[in-house]
């Protein structure tokens, strides 16, 4: 583990691995700890960079103001301080949000780009969810937030196997570096106040849309048009998949990214 300053906030990071870079950015309410299921079978072709967003893991003060913008900014300066001249950047869900602001506002030090599970804006819906789960996240017993949040985001098939999803509610339960409730909330306020459609014209990078066909919060209409939008993008349909790819078909998932990295 590795620690960069920016300001007042301490970002912890994480390398695993050599090759051609790749940063993988995480989602709402997650850290890089979400990236387990397939940062192995990534190292073994990647150097593997892991960042906890603001807001999120070991990056701290956890409760720091946030914005998709400044997450970027972010990842752009941890780049720059590895002193490495371009990455692949790969990010699920807000991490896509963050990826794909990066594109935008940084070319020079994006390579390829992987979005999975996102939009380049959240709908009314999405946002009032999102809310009430922050709302929720004081209020009730963890594990049942937990419980609640998986209805979302793993397929109707996940639920078939009840001990795996008892053992999972179990590991996010005891999980020791947890977001605080004003953590996520920036989190939340970030994903709403963000909208990027309009500048979709303006990435350059490659990029990988993988979207699955069971997603709840972003339904696979959402991938095909964010990739429809950019002019080098590949739009990849995950049957069976719901939000949470990365954690859920991790071999497809590797398998994807691989492909299109290279």
Not at 43 to 49: D, E
Not at 84 to 90: M, T, W
Not at 163 to 191: E, G
Request: hydrophobic share 50%.
């Amino acid at each position: 583990m590795a620690t960069l300053r920016r300001g007042d906030v301490e970002l912890n990071y994480e390398i695993r691995g050599t090759g051609r870079p790749l940063l993988l950015v995480a989602g709402l309410a997650a850290d890089s700890a979400y990236w387990v299921p397939v940062v192995d079978a990534l190292a073994a072709k990647y150097r593997v960079i892991l960042l906890d967003n603001r807001g999120s893991g070991r990056t701290t003060p956890l409760d720091t103001a946030t914005s998709i913008g400044t997450m970027a900014d972010d990842c752009v300066a941890l780049v720059r301080h590895l002193d490495l001249p371009k990455v692949h950047l790969a990010g699920h869900s807000m991490g896509g949000m963050i990826v794909l602001d990066c594109a935008i506002r940084y070319p020079d030090v994006v390579d390829r780009i992987v979005l999975t599970a996102t939009a380049p804006v959240s709908s009314a819906r999405d946002n009032a969810l999102f809310a009430s789960w922050a709302t929720l996240f004081s209020a009730i017993d963890r594990a049942l937030w937990f419980r609640n949040l998986f209805f979302w985001v793993f397929s109707p098939r996940f639920f078939d196997d009840t001990k795996a999803v008892d053992a999972l509610v179990q590991l996010a339960t005891a999980y020791p570096f947890q977001q605080s409730p004003a953590a996520l909330w920036n989190q939340v306020r970030a994903i709403a106040a963000f909208d990027a459609t309009k500048s979709l014209s303006d990435v350059r990078a490659r990029t990988l849309v993988l979207a699955g066909t069971d997603d709840l919060l972003f339904p696979i209409a959402d991938g095909a048009a964010l990739a429809k939008a950019i002019l080098h993008a590949t739009f990849a349909p995950i049957e069976g998949a719901a939000h949470s790819i990365p954690v859920e078909f991790p071999q497809e998932f590797t398998r994807r990214v691989v492909d299109f990295l290279g």
